[in-house]
């Protein structure tokens, strides 16, 4: 046997499309050629090894994007799953922030109608004009917005100061 036959075989092995094609639908020169290969397959072990050793090769690659599908479909669905369970945690998280707002809201117009009621009490006991409690009340009302902002004023002062200090 010469080693053109085998190349001829080898090259019709690497060229051979998809085996599910059947017999009939196959021009006629394939159709020759695939019996020529089949005689010499028979004849020759070195190409049947040939053959055997490419078809497991195809049968490996068609494997290969299966097993990445697998995986991605499941780190897909773990992704999804994630996004869903954060945008969940996400909305509780606003509903808790809303009732605490709304919660404080009230807490300050409560507090804000008996402080008015105290004061306007207070200013009738010590016989005042209504402006002179009415004025009380907003200090007191103002004053602790008032004192946290000048510790903080105080305190950004302090820092600034500090690092200065380090810098000069
Ligand atoms: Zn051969």
Known sequence: MNTDAHERARKLIALAGPETLSAADRPSDQR???AWLAAHLETCASCRAFAEN???TIHGLRAIPIAAE???????????RRRALELRRNRERLR?????CTAVTLCALLST???W?????LGERAQLA????QVGFLVFCVMPALVAA???LAKDRHLADHTGSYRG
């Open 150 to 152: 000048i510790l903080l």
């Open 96 to 100: 808790l922030v809303s009732v605490s």
């Open 70 to 80: 697998r995986s991605l479909v499941s780190t897909t669905q773990i992704r999804v």
């Open 113 to 115: 109608v008996v402080l």
């Open 54 to 56: 490419a078809a497991q």
């Open 117 to 121: 009621r105290g004061f306007e009490w």
């Open 32 to 34: 020759s050629s695939n």
């Open 130 to 133: 209504s402006s002179v409690w």
